[in-house]
């Protein structure tokens, strides 16, 4: 083992363009790691806490710098623990989560060069499985990602049957350029979102007819089964006082909104279903679950925010049957690593995701590699997005 000699901060640009932490590890034997933090536009009331760029990298500097360096940067849960203790909070406000994931990556790289082995083998181990995650690709968006759009937040393709990582990531990649065709038919102009989807200035009923007709013609064309799911991001849409999910000019309980989702699920077979109900709202994720969980994933993403408290509660009510993986949310990759861990030990899927806003980055890929996941959602297209799916193709071909 190898212990850290140092750890250097410093702001880069997100696929926002706003200011974001690097962070880069050096170890004594010469190990080089890097790792920067994404940056979430509709992040769940529970998450750990981000500070803008320039206050964390200044906090961490000073807190968690100094007691990082002679850590052994192999032992993971060691420099986890290491920031943890610098910071002193729950949920990492002293320092922000963003120097505390940045530095957390980055030290599992430099680990993983001193090595010589991939990321992934890395933080799997000798015995990980040999599964590849299906890729969730967001190909129509609005809410907190566009302006003007689809109420719901992500419309997502799932190439369920594609026999490889690679036909998959290119069959996304061709529902999304399908999408543009069915609504140039239609007329409709559309921009992208903040994570490269489609912004169509169209209702949510024309967005589901749009998308089941991209991923019908793709399909056809690759021969294998591709299905779509949702990021309804419904603790965006849920307003506290009215105690009702908003859609523009109607509004829906959550009885309603319950009863909508089933129905969606049932008329257009989807696979995934992301937040469909606010994140304070354990029982009415159990009632959805109990209804539709057989055929289809429903998934906490605001509602456990990578946080293995808020996960055991999901699972003592029975809400949702998988968790959203973000590591960002909790601040550490050994927190991250626990979440997953407990979803898999009591049967709840799990899917590694990226955020709104994004680098290049690419450490979410050899996570879902590392630990086995079902599903990565990490966009469709832009570099960003590509960083990730294209490092997913290269591990495919043992080529990191
Ligand atoms: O809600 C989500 O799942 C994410 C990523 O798609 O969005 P954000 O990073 O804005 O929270
Ligand atoms: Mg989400």
Redesign the pocket.
């Known amino acids: 083992m190898t212990r850290i000699t140092s750890v250097s901060l410093r702001r880069v640009l997100d696929s926002r363009g706003n200011p974001t932490v690097e962070a880069d590890v050096l170890t004594e034997s010469g190990g080089f790691g890097r790792g920067a933090a994404?940056?979430?536009?509709?992040?769940g009331e529970y998450e750990a806490i981000e500070l803008p760029a320039s206050e964390s990298i200044a906090k961490a500097r000073e807190h968690a710098v100094p007691r990082l360096e002679g850590v052994y940067a192999g032992d993971q849960r060691a420099v986890d623990n290491a920031l943890r203790g610098a910071d002193g909070t729950d949920d990492f406000s002293a320092i922000g989560a963003n120097s505390a994931v940045a530095i957390s990556m980055a030290a599992a790289k430099a680990a993983a060069d001193v090595l010589g082995a991939p990321l992934y083998q890395h933080l799997g181990g000798a015995f990980r499985g040999e599964n590849f995650p299906i890729p969730l690709g967001?190909v129509v968006g609005g809410g907190?990602?566009a302006k003007e759009a689809t109420h719901i937040?992500?419309f997502l393709a799932a190439p369920v049957g594609a026999p490889s990582v690679s036909e998959a990531v290119f069959a996304n990649a061709a529902v999304h350029a399908a999408v543009a065709d069915v609504l140039d038919e239609r007329g409709v102009p559309a921009a992208k979102g903040?994570?490269g989807a489609w912004a169509p200035p169209i209702s949510d009923a024309d967005a589901f007819e749009v998308v089941d007709e991209a991923v019908d013609r793709v399909e056809d064309e690759v021969g294998f089964e591709i299905r779509f799911g949702l990021?309804m991001?419904a603790a965006e849409l849920y307003d506290d006082d009215a105690e009702a999910y908003v859609y523009g000019d109607e509004t829906k309980s959550a009885d309603e909104q319950i009863e909508y989702v089933a129905g969606l699920v049932d008329e257009y077979d989807l696979a995934y279903v992301?937040?469909p109900l606010d994140e304070n709202d354990y029982e009415a994720f159990a009632e959805l679950t109990d209804r539709v969980g057989d055929r289809t994933l429903i998934c906490g993403?605001?509602l456990f925010v990578t946080n293995v408290e808020r996960l055991q509660d999901g699972i003592d009510a029975g809400a949702a049957n998988s968790i959203?993986i973000k590591p960002n949310q909790i601040g550490t990759l050994s927190d991250a690593f626990d979440a997953v861990e407990l979803a898999a030990r009591n049967g709840y899927e799990t899917v590694i995701?990226?955020?709104?806003?994004e680098t290049e980055d690419t450490t979410i890929a050899h996570l879902a590699v590392a630990t086995d996941a079902g599903y990565i959602?990490t966009g469709t297209v832009g570099g960003e997005r590509t960083a990730k799916l294209n490092e997913l193709v290269r591990i495919a071909d043992d080529a990191v």
């Open positions: 994404p940056s979430g536009a509709s992040t967001n907190e990602h937040q992500e903040d994570e990021d991001a992301e937040d993403d605001d959203l995701s990226h955020r709104s806003g959602k």
